[in-house]
C-alpha cells in the first residue's frame, strides 16, 4: 500500500511559473466530492499486473521496487477526507491503479508547493510529480510529460445569477475573483483594454477564498481552473460552472500529467501505465468519480505542448 506522507516544509519560490497550480491555487476544503451512482470507490477496475509494464520502468526504481511520487494539496486531486488526516483524492486512487499495474509499490509525498516538488527533484528525493503541473511551453523548457487529463480555465458564479458570465467578454462590468499572481489575473488585466466596462478583479491568496467571495455575493464569479472548479460546485449546489470546455476566455486548452526533469525516462513508463489504466477501464471510473469526464482524453501523449 502507499505511504501517506508529508515533506519538510522548506520555504521556496516558485514565481512565475504558468502551471495550472498557479491558476488553480491552494486549497484547505475537506469535503469528499460527490460520487457518480455508476462510479463508488468499489466500482472502480483495476488493471491486471503486467511485468513489460514494469520493465519500463528504470532500473534503480525496479530494484528499490518503490515510485517515489510527489503531489501538493489541491482538490480533488490530493486533499483531507472529513477527519482532518486522512489523504483521498484523485491521485491517491490512481496510485492504488498504478501499483496493481506495476507491481511496484508508489511512495506518495504531499510537498507544501510545487517549488517544493523542484527542489525534491534536485536532490533525488523523488522520481516523479503528479501533481497538475500543465505541459505548457514554459514548463516544458524543463520537465517532459506523460499527458493523460486535458484542462481548461473557466468562471464558477452562482445558479442564481441574472447575468451569465462565461467568457471574457461577458466579465466585462461584473467583480471577478481570481488568485493573486495566477496567470488567471494577467489574462483578466490584458482584457481590460477589451471592455467598455471595466472587470473589478478581486485578487485572494487561495481558492477557498475566492470561492467564499462569490458565494458571499462580494464577486459575481470566479476565474480558475475547471476541475478544482468543478470540486467546489459540487460541494455547494448554489454555484455552477460556466463556460466549461471553453477556448473563449484567453487560455487554450492545455494538459496535465505525470512529470519529471527533461529525459528522465520514467515518463514514458508513466505514459505507458496510463494508457494501461485507461484499456482497463479505470481512467475512465475515476475521472466518472470526481465529476470529470469532460477533461477525458481519448488519446494520451508524450510533450503534448509541441503540438499546440
Not at 500529467?257 to 475515476?286: H, K, R
Request: proline share 6%.
Amino acid at each position: 500500500m502507499a505511504t501517506r506522507s508529508t515533506i519538510a516544509r522548506t520555504a521556496v519560490a516558485a514565481a512565475a511559473l504558468l502551471s495550472i497550480v498557479g491558476v488553480a491555487g491552494c486549497s484547505t476544503a475537506s469535503s469528499a466530492p460527490e460520487e457518480s451512482a455508476a462510479a463508488s470507490e468499489s466500482d472502480i477496475p483495476m488493471p491486471e499486473f503486467s511485468q513489460d509494464l514494469q520493465d519500463l520502468f528504470p532500473e534503480d526504481v525496479v530494484e528499490s521496487g518503490v515510485i517515489r511520487a510527489a503531489s501538493i494539496n489541491l482538490p480533488p486531486y490530493s486533499y483531507k477526507d472529513e477527519d482532518g488526516t486522512t489523504d483521498i483524492g484523485l491521485n491517491w486512487d490512481t496510485i492504488a491503479a498504478i501499483e496493481a499495474a506495476t507491481g511496484l509499490e508508489v511512495e506518495l509525498e504531499i510537498a507544501p508547493s510545487i517549488g517544493d516538488i523542484f527542489t525534491g527533484f534536485q536532490s533525488d528525493r523523488y522520481d516523479v510529480n503528479i501533481s497538475p503541473l500543465s505541459d505548457i511551453p514554459a514548463t516544458q523548457a524543463n520537465y517532459d510529460f506523460a499527458v493523460w487529463i486535458a484542462e481548461y480555465v473557466v468562471f464558477i458564479q452562482p445558479e442564481t445569477a441574472e447575468d451569465v458570465v462565461d467568457s471574457l467578454d461577458a466579465a466585462c462590468g461584473h467583480t471577478i475573483a481570481t488568485l493573486q499572481g495566477g496567470t488567471a489575473q494577467t489574462v483578466l488585466e490584458n482584457q481590460q483594454a477589451s471592455c467598455d466596462e471595466p472587470i473589478d478583479i478581486a485578487l485572494f491568496s487561495d481558492q477557498d477564498s475566492a470561492i467564499l467571495a462569490v458565494s458571499s455575493g462580494r464577486a459575481d464569479a470566479a476565474f480558475s481552473s475547471q476541475i478544482p472548479l468543478t470540486y467546489y460546485a459540487q460541494q455547494n449546489d448554489s454555484l455552477v460552472i460556466s463556460g466549461a470546455n471553453s477556448t473563449d476566455n484567453g487560455f487554450p486548452p492545455f494538459w496535465v500529467g505525470a512529470s519529471a526533469p527533461t529525459g528522465d525516462p520514467i515518463v514514458p513508463a508513466m505514459l505507458a501505465t496510463f494508457e494501461a489504466l485507461q484499456e482497463a477501464g479505470t481512467y475512465d471510473a475515476i475521472l466518472a468519480k470526481y465529476g470529470i469526464e469532460e477533461n477525458a482524453m481519448d488519446e494520451f501523449g508524450f510533450n503534448l505542448a509541441e503540438e499546440s
